[in-house]
């Protein structure tokens, strides 16, 4: 293990003033007097390093930060995972600098809402070369070799990790109780690990010192609605796709893998969930559901429990229902649909909601397969006297909660680390597009993007997590033509799918696939039973 050398720094309030206590690696602090008032006590292990409190009398944290002194010259490459699923999070030169919002006009930045779903409202911005930041962990990759920085407890506080390249520094800043500490009052304010050795090896480490364990979940194969109709969905529409989707698994071997037909987004308003569109579907989705079951295959909807948009009745209806902040407004979360809201998860009348909602489709409608989407609405402020770790663990608890033990979750727009064991599936990237890698200026827009190229990216660069902290989503391959990629990046794209990740699904029309395009599914999803009967 490499001698790291860390330092630790904590600023608090007490008696109206704001005071810091600094504790080298020799556990020598300053000032003495200030580790007394705080009841200050650091802890280092073989792995992990800790730092705890027990005030002498009530005070406020303002900030615990630990400083890692690393040698980045040396490195071939560093990587910080981003803090939403959507987040870019790939190895990148510690040289290089990342770019966030900071450049786009204001105006621009408000219309279309890009700065709701990740972490720039809460998150200073610095683009300058060497100054890079994630969410939760990142390692430093020396040859074959890494070493890896992992928060060990991140459902009572967010730990971001900062980069000064040219400092040679990678600090830890953990989000502070949001609530007065009382006297005698033991707090672990900072717990994290320092793993060194192969990537995989130091994930699984990392992982079991802070007590994660997955999900049991069978790899999935199958089909999803989305990039086939977007919302414009039907029943019949849908029946067509399940009846090739049989057709193209029938007599496959799918070893332990699972089928799925998944419906996504489009059969009500968002926020309106039992409110199913009779256009649509005259016979309601539970009829569905059972098709889809007596096909064989799982049946799976798509839902986004914590955020409604304006159109919705339950905004309408209920508008104390969503967040707002200490001026008494609703900021908007994002600019999809007619614009939408995120609901206050700790309101009691919203969590009844959300209850009722999950029971009835699981439950009523018989769907075994939610896709629980726009998660990371429940954290989008503080509030409660909670951070947004606390905010994000209690919500997904409330979801878990709410369904039965045969019931699966993939969990997307989420806050990474809060879905670590709390989930069998999870996006790890952004979404797909119907091309490579968007228009040019939406490359500048923010590191939640749409875009094909940065998915492939994500689905590699989070590759390390699959079958540990849950099954990786990589969403969906295309091999139809329509879309606007070359041969080469729709083989890369289903190749990485196959290869990498725990889920298998396409939103082409199969029915319309070629021979040539058989043999591409076919081949791959050799590649992926295979891999799946290794890692089960």
């Not at 672990?188 to 802070?210: H, I, N």
Request: hydrophobic share 40%; with cysteine.
């Amino acid at each position: 293990m490499a001698d790291v050398k860390v330092s630790y720094c904590v600023r608090y309030r007490a008696d109206g003033t704001e005071r810091e206590v600094r504790v080298d690696e020799r556990g020598i602090a300053r000032p003495a007097e200030a580790v007394r008032e705080l009841g200050l006590v650091t802890v280092r292990g073989t792995q992990t390093r800790r730092v705890r409190v027990c005030p002498r009398h009530e005070l406020t944290i303002v900030a615990c930060e630990a400083q890692l002194a690393v040698d980045y010259a040396a490195a071939d490459a560093l990587f910080l995972n981003g803090y939403n699923s959507w987040t870019d999070s790939w190895e990148r030169k510690p040289a290089d600098r990342m770019r966030g919002l900071a450049r786009v006009p204001k105006a621009v930045v408000d219309k279309w809402v890009l700065d709701g779903s990740g972490d720039y409202r809460f998150t200073r911005e610095d683009e300058r070369l060497g100054h890079q930041h994630g969410f939760g962990y990142g390692y430093l990759r020396y040859g074959e070799e890494v070493l890896l920085v992992g928060s060990l407890s991140e459902d009572s506080g967010y730990t971001t990790l900062w980069e000064d390249f040219y400092r040679s520094t990678l600090t830890l800043e953990k989000e502070p109780p949001s609530h007065a500490l009382a006297v005698g009052e033991e707090v672990e304010l900072m717990a994290f690990a320092l793993v060194e050795g192969k990537l995989d090896e130091t994930v699984e480490r990392w992982l079991s010192l802070a007590g994660i364990k997955p999900r049991p979940a069978a790899p999935l194969v199958g089909f999803s609605s989305w990039y086939r109709y977007y919302q414009d969905i039907s029943q019949d529409r849908l029946a067509t796709d399940l009846e090739a989707m049989c057709e193209l698994l029938g007599g496959q071997d799918l070893g332990g893998c699972r089928p799925i037909f998944q419906i996504d987004d489009g059969h009500a308003l968002i926020g309106d969930w039992l409110d199913t569109n009779a256009e649509w579907f005259p016979d309601g989705l539970a009829p569905f559901a059972s098709k889809i079951n007596e096909a064989g295959m799982v049946p799976g909807l798509w839902l986004a429990p914590f955020v409604c948009e304006r159109d919705s009745r339950v905004c309408i209806e209920h508008p104390d229902w969503l967040q707002r902040n200490e001026s008494g407004e609703a900021p908007l979360a994002g600019s999809n649909w007619s614009g939408y809201y995120a609901l206050d998860t700790l309101n009691p009348e919203v969590r009844a909601y959300v209850r009722e909602v999950l029971r009835t489709v699981t439950e009523e409608w018989g769907f075994k397969f939610l896709k629980l989407d726009f998660l990371f609405g429940a954290c989008l402020m503080t509030r409660g006297c909670m951070n947004r770790g606390q905010l994000m663990a209690d919500a997904l608890e409330l979801l878990r909660d709410a369904v039965a033990d045969d019931v699966s979750f993939d969990l997307c727009g989420v806050p990474l680390m809060s879905a670590f064991g709390r989930t069998e599936y999870c996006r790890i990237g952004c979404d797909v597009g119907l091309d490579w890698d968007d228009a040019p200026h939406m490359r500048l827009l923010h590191r939640e993007r749409v875009s094909t190229k940065r998915s492939l990216h994500n689905t590699r660069g989070r590759a390390h997590l699959d079958g540990r902290a849950f099954r990786n989503d990589p969403d969906v391959f295309f091999l139809r033509h329509d879309v606007e990629l070359t041969d080469e990046q729709r083989s890369s794209l289903i190749g990485a799918d196959a290869a990498l990740g725990g889920m298998f699904l396409t939103s082409d029309d199969v029915g319309a696939w070629d021979e040539k395009q058989r043999i591409a599914y076919d081949l791959a999803l050799a590649v992926f039973v295979d891999r799946s009967k290794v890692t089960q």
